[in-house]
């Protein structure tokens, strides 16, 4: 699989100046990308380019050298799974909500058993005592670590992490980067941590 | 019986009871009230002039007319009560919606329940889809603002169902779940305590002109079974076809549908 930015030229509001201006990358199997730079400099902006809900005001981007129009963007999203900082599955107990994702067609042989999911949980450092909590009622940094453990599950070729640390200890951190990273998934993040960046194939910074 | 005019000018004399009440909380309601009532009483003279002459012609064609135009009157509403953008996907989606709604019920009891040779017979054509319709505009308001306004309200939860390989129906099942059950639900519940609690409207209508109870109760069961299937249908056919306008062809929502303040 293969992921191309070229030139990309992106701004929320036309009239200001652009958030990204001429932004390239180029990412293949196996990459573990780190994107660093202050709040505001377009981070997420490129998830939300890449995943299509937003489009470049100029500039392409391409998955696996097709550009990004509506059946190659459905290819891509199947192959993708992403954890935002502040995840929402919705109303209901985490053991209602967390099946949800598993349901749709391009997910359900990946459907794992309730047992597989704690354990999972075990080794991100959740307590088993959320999956009958309130999905609302967790904190943010459980709901992250409950996205972490759904894009492990899903198991998929993207991967697309916002800040997947920024909740974590040491340990945990080093959890999910040995859970997560196989060495062949594309793995685009971004990051403020140190810790995270070091391990890193490759930084890219935003200003 | 029937009773004249003259006798029902007398009933407008009770509403010196709630002016004095309103008035003496300065509630500011008694414009409002003046309005509401002048309007319902010109509304009514005038439904009820309009319906003498299609009893009277009783012609198909001029019928399905009327209830077109009721459909089409409702459309509006159920658009302007959502607090949605009147544009014209969604103005066609629930014109198609309401009105499929409409038809289906209209075919089903007055032909294959009450036995009409001819369906369109305005004593019963019109004052049934009337009640269907007026329900289906209150469900699809409920329906179609809940649907669109948690989608708007919860976009970021949509986003991550479509950003983890979901079709945009999969994504969709949660907010079109949650706004079937609210909009059903009114009328599940008015169903449950009907008899009990009032007495519905139409029965007490059909009774107070002399018809047997058991008519009533039989004409009140129809169209409670006709309100429920007909309101579900066309919130299920409202949030179908407009969704297929209002998400495009990258399955993003489109947020100018949501009025906001």
């Known amino acids: 699989m293969e992921i191309t930015f070229s030139n990309v030229d992106f701004a929320y509001d036309k009239a200001a100046k652009p958030l990204l201006k001429k932004f390239s990358l180029k990412v293949k199997d196996g990459d573990l990308i780190g994107i660093k730079g202050p709040s505001g400099a377009g981070k997420t902006t490129l998830f939300r380019l890449l995943l299509g809900f937003e489009i470049p005001d100029s500039g392409t981007i391409l998955f696996n050298d097709k550009p990004l129009e509506p059946f190659q963007l459905q290819l891509l999203r199947k192959e993708t799974t992403w954890v935002p900082q502040d995840l929402d599955l919705g109303e209901g107990k985490l053991s209602e909500v967390f099946y949800f994702p598993f349901t749709f067609a391009a997910n359900r042989s990946k459907s794992p058993d309730e047992m597989k999911v704690l354990s999972t949980f075990e080794a991100l450092g959740l307590p088993k005592s959320v999956w009958q909590e309130e999905f609302t009622n967790l904190s943010t940094g459980q709901r992250q670590r409950v996205g972490l453990a759904i894009a492990y599950l899903m198991d998929k070729n993207i991967m697309l992490l916002d800040e997947p640390t920024s909740a974590l200890d040491e340990a945990s951190k080093e959890k999910i980067r040995n859970l997560l990273f196989d060495g062949k998934r594309i793995i685009l993040s971004t990051s403020h941590d140190p810790w995270w960046l070091d391990r890193c194939s490759k930084i890219i910074e935003l200003k | ?261």
């Open chain 2, 1 to 261: 019986m029937n009773f004249t005019w003259g006798q029902l000018s007398i009933a407008f004399v009770i509403l010196i009871i709630p002016a004095l009440i309103l008035w003496k909380f300065k509630t500011g309601l008694l414009t409002k009230m003046g309005i509401a009532v002048v309007r319902m009483t010109i509304q009514l003279l005038f439904v009820g002039y309009y319906l003498e002459y299609l009893f009277r012609y009783d012609n198909t064609w001029l019928n399905l007319g009327w209830i077109l135009v009721m459909v089409i009157v409702a459309d509006f509403a159920t658009i302007d009560r959502s607090e949605l953008k009147r544009n014209r996907y969604l103005i066609f989606s629930i014109f198609i919606a309401t009105f499929l709604g409409v038809l289906v019920i209209d075919v089903f009891f007055l032909k294959f329940v009450i036995q009409l040779p001819n369906i369109m017979t305005a004593q019963y054509a019109i004052p049934i889809t009337g009640m269907v319709l007026g329900n289906c505009l209150q469900s699809n308001v409920i329906g179609i603002n809940t649907f669109y306004y948690s989608i708007d309200q919860h976009q970021e939860r949509y986003r991550f169902f479509i950003a983890n390989g979901s079709t945009q129906e999969e994504a969709l099942f949660p907010f079109f779940r949650n706004a079937l059950k609210k909009s059903a639900n009114p009328t599940l519940a008015s169903m449950a305590t009907i008899g009990l609690v009032s007495l519905p409207g139409m029965m007490t209508g059909q009774i107070l002109s002399g018809s047997s109870p058991f008519i009533a109760i039989k004409y009140q069961i129809m169209i409670m079974l006709a309100i429920f299937s007909g309101t579900v249908l066309s919130v299920y056919l409202g949030i179908v076809i407009s969704s297929k306008f209002v998400f495009n062809e990258r399955n993003n929502f489109d947020k100018t549908i949501v009025k906001k303040d």
